[in-house]
């Protein structure tokens, strides 16, 4: 094994009552509480016990299916708002779409967050996937891929242009000499771009971190080019050390290839662990989990993520051949490439591998003792697969408690992991650098113009 | 004096570190803590200690001028989330704009609020004044005043439907049949107007309160009729009893002819009370604020307010006839009319009528002592010239104590404002009826279909 002197990240990513699509039927779901901040409010603290870096969030902007699938999402920023208020340290990160929002809009809701969290706040960067999330802006399809990460480049650049429009010192709160803030150090931005346009300052002081911290969850080509500009953290899928390890090179490659450099993005794979004291307890939680999954389910689901209909072909078959099935996606590219390529790999059926996917969505799922996850976990971290993972317990709360209790303290034995916070903000807890500002240089833009009271 | 069966009704609102314009600059301001959690937890505790029925947060979707007025505001909704956190009857209810927003995100981040604070959301529905606002949204010019009300009210529609969307009882959880929602009581909506469309679920479940209690704040012809159809409290500025019962008669009025219940609707005028002991340290305390107040800036301000320069005109004569001001504005008309009104009825100065309007942008204000506010307040109340007050201290934190302390303590004794809460959710505060399922009669709404699992 190779020596690495930096330590692992970690992310709590909370989603439903678990990760695993049938984890709310298992007896120790918390599914009861997910519209309950209590509920939350544990698994925060929890996360925290642990040290990790961070707590993630996914977003929905639909209903999934109700009958079968935990469904409903509170509005994530909020979410992370009220639990800034039960935690001191933990990094609150939430996904929020720039297909189906306004970028002042987006801009404010994280600067806000970075300052009720003093600093902890992290914007997971998507550009949403399915019709239906259209369907509910009033819109008759969803964009297409490209032109999804087109629109979301220019939304970037308005969203840190905003940030960086209040000076780190514009504030002076001098009452005798009646000055609240430095005119001159409040700046308007005046972006006029293809898709977004915004002309103003943002209505909230410069965020303590900076730049909130930026994390891309997309792996496909546009994906990597759109992390390499902005990206400061990577969540990706990997089901092998060998194509997580080609993915890392390629993504810190092209940082380097965009003058950044290379340890200015984490990048952290997903992993769901399913772990025991022995393997037998590990295969027996992970066998009742797959009981869980009615077998009627697997054909349409893996037809649905492949957008190709399987129902003709036999179940316990190979997959057949799919034209261009990456081509003919308008979802996540990457994933479905992952699919395919894991299908050819361990000539899987159809019901084996649409059984692994439903688990965890494309994720890798290990299965195995506490310490062969920390095995697993070291093994990847040093041959540089990864610089951390996204853990995402198959079972909530319960399974992120397992996790902390027994897979954290072996990784911190090994110096793998810290002991204690070091830091108090998410950027230090990632070993981020805070971005001074970067806009405002070529001089075009202005001072903000003092606007008259108004009244309300 | 009339008598009245039912108690008053009070909101906190807070806004910066003091309503008065200046009040940032009195040594006992909290402007240091305007984007720290702390400041605002203080705050809704105090309200809470006081009975409020709500705390009630404004917003202003730009920068106001930054040199001389407290500037920048976190997002209201997610301040919310983290004081639900703080607090655990106190109602909890903030301005967010229709008109640079999408129906979708609004209608969850309400319900997602009212969800996190067990049934005491509340939505003050604005449409946003100035062109300045337009500007950071990427638009050339704020929207004409009639035509944000008729987008106001779509977008309204759209919201309400979505709410609609899961039945009370739709979630269901069974683990052994794996059935997690009702399908059958989770409902599209189909709604197609001529600004907004949407086609879908919420993806939040239905709020505990059915709906958030929604709040209006224009007084206009317009506004009244807007709230005449949808608004459940009405939030106002008056400064005479006659005119405050006018208005109150003419909006009961239209809610009749609407076909609701005249107390469906709450009338609450906005109250900026400069108290003390003695009517001499109240007076002393007015004169203190006045004094903030840079007498350079008054001419400018009322100019602005009544877009008409005043800057040739004496400061110490009266007010020149100005041709159709609330014609001429695009901002609040009802404000611009009340300002005029004001102004002959007072024969007030320039220097005067400004002095006044910058205190509490045209909001009464009162000064006399702690026993003289509670006599105004139950006059306007047992008068039907209200069914109580928007309380706006001057300068915040102190002046909201001030209150809570020496006025609601009269309040009690005299058995006008409750002791205790006997409800939990701000519907029961405000004695407003929890709304049944209004929409999904017509049939033409279906079953929300069943979608995949997502990635992600």
Request: aromatic fraction near 10%.
């Amino acid at each position: 094994m190779g020596t690495r002197d930096e330590q692992l990240h970690l992310g709590a990513f909370i989603y439903y009552s678990g990760h695993h699509h049938y984890g709310w039927r298992h007896p120790e779901s918390g599914a009861e509480g997910l519209f309950d901040f209590k509920f939350y409010k544990r698994l925060a603290q929890t996360a925290e016990r642990g040290k990790f870096d961070m707590m993630f969030l996914a977003d929905l902007l639909y209903v999934r299916g109700v009958e079968d699938a935990a469904s409903g999402m509170l509005e994530p920023v909020q979410l992370l708002a009220a639990l800034s208020t039960v935690t001191e340290k933990l990094g609150l990160t939430a996904t929020v779409s720039t297909t189906y929002n306004e970028p002042y809009n987006v801009a404010r809701k994280f600067a806000s967050l970075d300052h009720l969290s003093e600093g902890r706040a992290g914007w997971n960067i998507v550009t949403s996937q399915l019709d239906v999330e259209a369907y509910n802006y009033g819109k008759d399809k969803h964009p297409e891929h490209g032109l999804r990460y087109e629109m979301a480049r220019e939304f970037v650049e308005v969203v840190t242009r905003l940030w960086d429009t209040w000076e780190d010192d514009a504030l002076i709160i001098d009452r005798k000499a009646g000055i609240f803030a430095d005119g001159a150090k409040v700046k308007e931005v005046e972006y006029k771009g293809q898709w977004y346009s915004t002309k103003g300052a943002l209505n909230v002081p410069r965020p303590p971190q900076g730049y909130p911290v930026l994390i891309q969850a997309g792996s496909s080509a546009p994906g990597q080019d759109f992390a390499a500009a902005f990206g400061e953290v990577i969540f990706t899928a990997q089901q092998s050390l060998e194509a997580a390890q080609a993915f890392y090179a390629s993504v810190k490659g092209k940082l380097v290839a965009n003058g950044r450099q290379a340890d200015s993005i984490k990048i952290m794979p997903g992993l769901s662990p399913i772990i025991g004291a022995t393997e037998a307890e590990a295969q027996q939680k992970y066998k009742e989990l797959q009981d869980l999954i009615p077998s009627s389910v697997i054909v349409g689901a893996l037809s649905t993520m492949l957008n190709f209909d399987l129902s003709g072909y036999p179940i316990d078959g190979e997959l057949p051949d799919i034209p261009d099935p990456v081509e003919a996606t308008n979802g996540m590219k990457s994933r479905v490439q992952l699919i395919m390529d894991m299908a050819r790999k361990e000539r899987l059926s159809i019901q084996d591998l649409g059984g692994r996917l439903i688990g965890a969505r494309g994720h890798m799922q290990f299965v195995g003792t506490y310490g062969q996850l920390a095995d697993f976990m070291q093994h990847w971290f040093q041959e540089y697969g990864c610089d951390g993972f996204n853990i995402m317990p198959p079972v909530l709360p319960g399974n992120l408690d397992e996790f902390v209790d027994h897979v954290v303290p072996i990784l911190q034995q090994r110096g793998l992991f810290r002991k204690e916070y070091t830091g108090s903000t998410l950027r230090e807890h990632l070993g981020l650098e805070r971005p001074g500002l970067r806009h405002f240089q070529a001089g075009h833009e202005r001072a903000a113009a003092s606007a008259a009271p108004a009244a309300t």
